[in-house]
């Protein structure tokens, strides 16, 4: 056998350039690249791989070790699971900081690989710099934190182990049913430690995403479902865009007048003008679809986890017959419904052969597109231009239509997810990129970066509140030195104005979330602006959508970074549509308004309330 004597490290990054994957018709590296933050616990070993493989391996460097998982889970949500970056980064705090990022890929089921330095296999020089000391368990280091947010976990305490852990890797994150983050942890002495690999580990090597057939009775019980419902509802999640299965859906709405109402993850799925294409659904939801989703007979899941905003806390499709079409065998049998096992695309491409010529009553279909019609007519209203202080809603407004096909929209936390959801209209898939299965604040410049990465062809528009652009902006620096522009529209309603509404809405009283509601001695006068040019951005503020139409003229033509700062009304939310959603009132208060929003929540969850 012939082998190569290469470090830990050296053999690592080696594997790593080979690996391929049949992605879009071609054959392309698996992994785009390696964001990396160094410090002492792996400059010295996978920094000095990484720096002799720049040609095939390139490595980007980032201004927080969070900002870079979030751009390399951006890159692979956009990519639809079909490539995926690491991410390296000292024993320390540099590891910690990506642990809320591995939650988010790990809630998401999107990959991402970690490569976190780690203590000394061999204990020699302990306790070295930034090691945790755990006075029971010596095995223990703080990149144990990643355990509960990682698909597959790994020490690498010897280097021939990474002959086993590698494929391993790999093997988790092109799984359609277990993809996830994968955290290897390299021991700093183990990346420098070499050892004599065989050649023949360094090939070349192509994967394949399965596409799982349903099982044949499964198959043939949703069929049978389909033919006997009188209205039937399909959920799209966003199993339906990463198995690329949008094209069959469509085609499957359009001959069978099944309608389609999209989940967060499964937004854009149908463009938004499709004649079955209802929109959203759940606490976010047109009220189209969720009319269609109380009066459905069947709701037939495709693709997704029935989170509470898809599900209205499990009471919107109470009492209906369920089917769930998912990959995973995890989420194919939640909240009692009928599993159907299987790729998206294979499963609807099944359904629709065995359903024929079989199409829904002709009053499901009226009733649905005459209810699409009054959507639309509070969709103009909710988006169009008032002259008094702009709401999400009329921000969301100006931005889709100022923008076209290649337009790409990204969020993450706060108020306008929700927003977005409702009003965002999808023309193409790829156009609505919303991380709300963590709803990590933070998240959305890092994204946009991670998106426009991804394809640079898109015009990628970040929305973001002030409140997440404090907690999280240096990538927009990034962003300008690796040349991947974004435009961000940054709302500032000064606070959290999402949380202070529904604190309300719960009977409290406004406290700590806006500004001016928190302690303070002066309330900052923030000029984001000014802080946007500081990291090397283009950037304005405006008053009024009028203003943010031009700005985004302006942006569009600008060949940086560019950043728009509008104020907005934090009190205003899209009163069309919604659904209820279960958080917990106290059932004791000295205030009124707690009491009573008590009443109305024991109303609701013993179900005197719908």
Same mark, same amino acid.
């Given at each position: 056998?012939?082998?190569?004597?290469?470090?830990?490290?050296?053999?690592?990054?080696?594997?790593?350039?080979?690996?391929?994957?049949?992605?879009?018709?071609?054959?392309?590296?698996?992994?785009?690249?390696?964001?990396?933050?160094?410090?002492?616990?792996?400059?010295?070993?996978?920094?000095?791989?990484?720096?002799?493989? @720049?040609?095939?391996?390139? $490595?980007?460097?980032?201004?927080?070790?969070?900002?870079?998982?979030?751009?390399?889970?951006?890159?692979?949500?956009?990519?639809?699971?079909?490539?995926?970056?690491?991410?390296?980064?000292?024993?320390?705090?540099?590891?910690?900081?990506?642990?809320?990022?591995?939650?988010?890929?790990?809630?998401?089921?999107?990959?991402?690989?970690?490569?976190?330095?780690?203590?000394?296999?061999?204990?020699?020089?302990?306790?070295?710099?930034?090691?945790?000391?755990?006075?029971?368990?010596?095995?223990?280091?703080?990149?144990?934190?990643?355990?509960?947010?990682?698909?597959?976990?790994?020490?690498?305490?010897?280097?021939?182990?990474?002959?086993?852990? /590698?494929?391993?890797?790999?093997?988790?994150?092109?799984?359609?049913?277990?993809?996830?983050?994968?955290?290897?942890?390299?021991?700093?002495?183990?990346?420098? #430690?070499?050892?004599?690999?065989?050649?023949?580990?360094?090939?070349?090597?192509?994967?394949?995403?399965?596409?799982?057939?349903?099982?044949?009775?499964?198959?043939?019980?949703?069929?049978?479902?389909?033919?006997?419902?009188?209205?039937?509802?399909?959920?799209?999640?966003?199993?339906? /865009?990463?198995?690329?299965?949008?094209?069959?859906?469509?085609?499957?709405?359009?001959?069978?007048?099944?309608?389609?109402?999209?989940?967060?993850?499964?937004?854009?799925?149908?463009?938004?003008?499709?004649?079955?294409?209802?929109?959203?659904?759940?606490?976010?939801?047109?009220? $189209?679809?969720?009319?269609?989703?109380?009066?459905?007979?069947?709701?037939?899941?495709?693709?997704?986890?029935?989170?509470?905003?898809? $599900?209205?806390?499990?009471?919107?499709?109470?009492?209906?017959?369920?089917?769930?079409?998912?990959?995973?065998?995890?989420?194919?049998?939640?909240?009692?419904?009928?599993?159907?096992?299987?790729?998206?695309?294979?499963?609807?491409?099944?359904?629709?052969?065995?359903?024929? #010529?079989?199409?829904?009553?002709?009053?499901?279909?009226?009733?649905?597109?005459?209810?699409?019609?009054?959507?639309?007519?509070?969709?103009?209203?909710?988006?169009?231009?008032?002259?008094?202080?702009?709401?999400?809603?009329?921000?969301?407004?100006?931005?889709?239509?100022?923008?076209?096909?290649?337009?790409?929209?990204?969020?993450?936390?706060?108020?306008?997810?929700?927003?977005?959801?409702?009003?965002?209209?999808?023309?193409?898939?790829?156009?609505?990129?919303?991380?709300?299965?963590?709803?990590?604040?933070?998240?959305?410049?890092?994204?946009?970066?991670?998106?426009?990465?991804?394809?640079?062809?898109?015009?990628?528009?970040?929305?973001?509140?002030?409140?997440?652009?404090?907690?999280?902006?240096?990538?927009?620096?990034?962003?300008?030195?690796?040349? /991947?522009?974004?435009?961000?529209?940054?709302?500032?309603?000064?606070?959290?104005?999402?949380?202070?509404?529904?604190?309300?809405?719960?009977?409290?009283?406004?406290?700590?979330?806006?500004?001016?509601?928190?302690?303070?001695?002066?309330?900052?006068?923030?000029?984001?602006?000014?802080?946007?040019?500081?990291?090397?951005? $283009?950037? @304005?503020?405006?008053?009024?959508?009028?203003?943010?139409?031009?700005?985004?003229?302006?942006?569009?033509?600008?060949?940086?970074?560019?950043?728009?700062?509008?104020?907005?009304?934090?009190?205003?939310?899209?009163?069309?549509?919604?659904?209820?959603?279960?958080?917990?009132?106290?059932?004791?208060?000295?205030?009124?308004?707690?009491?009573?929003?008590?009443?109305?929540?024991?109303?609701?969850?013993?179900? #005197?309330?719908?």
């Amino acid at each position: 056998m012939t082998t190569i004597r290469l470090t830990m490290a050296q053999a690592l990054v080696r594997w790593m350039a080979a690996q391929r994957i049949a992605h879009d018709g071609a054959i392309v590296p698996y992994f785009a690249g390696v964001w990396a933050i160094f410090g002492h616990g792996n400059v010295a070993g996978i920094g000095e791989a990484l720096a002799a493989s @720049e040609d095939v391996l390139p $490595t980007y460097r980032a201004h927080n070790e969070q900002g870079m998982a979030h751009a390399a889970i951006a890159f692979a949500k956009q990519t639809r699971r079909g490539r995926a970056m690491a991410c390296t980064t000292s024993i320390g705090p540099g590891a910690t900081n990506m642990v809320t990022a591995a939650a988010l890929a790990h809630v998401n089921r999107l990959p991402v690989l970690f490569l976190p330095g780690d203590v000394y296999a061999s204990r020699r020089p302990d306790p070295v710099l930034q090691q945790i000391e755990d006075f029971a368990d010596a095995t223990v280091s703080a990149n144990d934190c990643f355990r509960p947010v990682s698909r597959l976990f790994d020490r690498i305490t010897r280097p021939e182990q990474i002959l086993d852990a /590698l494929p391993r890797a790999m093997a988790v994150l092109t799984d359609p049913a277990a993809c996830g983050p994968v955290t290897l942890c390299l021991c700093q002495d183990v990346q420098a #430690e070499a050892y004599d690999y065989p050649e023949n580990f360094f090939a070349e090597r192509v994967w394949r995403i399965r596409r799982p057939r349903p099982d044949t009775a499964e198959l043939a019980a949703l069929v049978e479902a389909v033919r006997a419902a009188k209205a039937p509802l399909i959920v799209a999640g966003g199993g339906v /865009l990463y198995s690329r299965a949008e094209n069959v859906l469509a085609d499957l709405a359009a001959a069978t007048g099944i309608p389609v109402a999209e989940t967060q993850a499964g937004k854009g799925a149908l463009a938004w003008d499709h004649p079955a294409g209802l929109g959203s659904i759940g606490v976010t939801g047109t009220s $189209t679809a969720n009319r269609a989703a109380e009066a459905a007979d069947l709701i037939v899941g495709v693709g997704t986890r029935l989170q509470d905003f898809t $599900t209205g806390s499990r009471t919107l499709f109470a009492g209906k017959r369920l089917v769930q079409v998912n990959v995973a065998p995890f989420d194919g049998g939640k909240h009692g419904a009928e599993p159907v096992i299987g790729d998206a695309r294979e499963v609807l491409s099944a359904l629709g052969e065995a359903l024929g #010529e079989w199409q829904c009553e002709d009053r499901w279909i009226t009733a649905n597109a005459d209810a699409v019609a009054d959507w639309n007519r509070a969709w103009d209203a909710a988006t169009a231009p008032t002259g008094a202080l702009p709401s999400d809603a009329q921000a969301i407004g100006a931005v889709w239509r100022t923008g076209g096909d290649d337009r790409t929209v990204v969020c993450a936390a706060g108020g306008l997810p929700g927003e977005l959801h409702k009003l965002w209209r999808s023309r193409v898939p790829g156009s609505y990129h919303v991380e709300y299965g963590f709803s990590c604040m933070g998240y959305e410049i890092a994204g946009g970066l991670g998106v426009k990465l991804a394809d640079p062809a898109r015009d990628v528009v970040v929305m973001v509140g002030d409140g997440s652009y404090l907690m999280m902006n240096s990538e927009l620096a990034t962003s300008v030195m690796l040349g /991947l522009k974004i435009t961000v529209v940054l709302l500032d309603n000064r606070g959290y104005g999402c949380i202070n509404r529904l604190q309300q809405g719960t009977g409290g009283r406004p406290f700590n979330n806006l500004l001016a509601d928190a302690a303070h001695v002066a309330l900052p006068d923030i000029d984001f602006a000014t802080h946007a040019r500081s990291l090397g951005a $283009t950037a @304005e503020k405006v008053a009024g959508v009028a203003e943010l139409e031009a700005a985004l003229a302006r942006a569009s033509a600008s060949p940086a970074s560019y950043v728009i700062v509008m104020d907005t009304d934090p009190a205003i939310t899209t009163d069309a549509g919604g659904h209820w959603w279960d958080v917990a009132v106290p059932e004791v208060s000295d205030r009124a308004e707690v009491r009573a929003a008590r009443a109305d929540y024991d109303k609701r969850i013993s179900g #005197e309330i719908a």
